[in-house]
Nanobody, 117 residues
Framework: QVQLVQSGGGLVQAGGSLRLSCVAS????????MAWFRQAPGKERSFVAF????????WYADSVKGRGTISRDNAKSTVYLQMNSLKPEDTAVYYC??????????WGQGTQVTVSS
């Protein structure tokens, strides 16, 4: 069992930046692929970014490519999402996600990000 505890987020003006953090419990963090998803009001949860277990590979949704950076510190069991040049359409609840083949997946509690225009 893995527990994910998120921090960061809040209210930021358009064009600003923020960093989300997600700390995982347990001793096997470095065996999990980690991702960020988000859910805007009235919309389905959508993929934002993914980083593989050793941090060597990352993937991004087109909507955040060039503005978002996912990273991880396996020594601290933490994954980060740095978002720059924020837009009002980035407003959403952001969720941290951990996955390990074949069927393990866990979600963080979610954190609100609101971007004002």
């Amino acid at each position: 069992q893995v527990q994910l505890v998120q921090s960061g987020g809040g209210l930021v003006q358009a064009g600003g930046s923020l960093r989300l953090s997600c700390v995982a419990s347990g001793r096997t963090f470095n065996s999990y692929g980690m991702a960020w998803f988000r859910q805007a009001p009235g919309k389905e949860r959508s993929f934002v970014a993914f980083i593989n277990s050793n941090g060597a590979a990352t993937w991004y949704a087109d909507s955040v490519k060039g503005r978002g950076t996912i990273s991880r510190d396996n020594a601290k069991s933490t994954v980060y999402l740095q978002m720059n040049s924020l837009k009002p359409e980035d407003t959403a609840v952001y969720y941290c996600h951990a996955e390990r083949w074949p069927v393990e997946n866990y979600w963080g509690q979610g954190t609100q990000v609101t971007v004002s225009s």
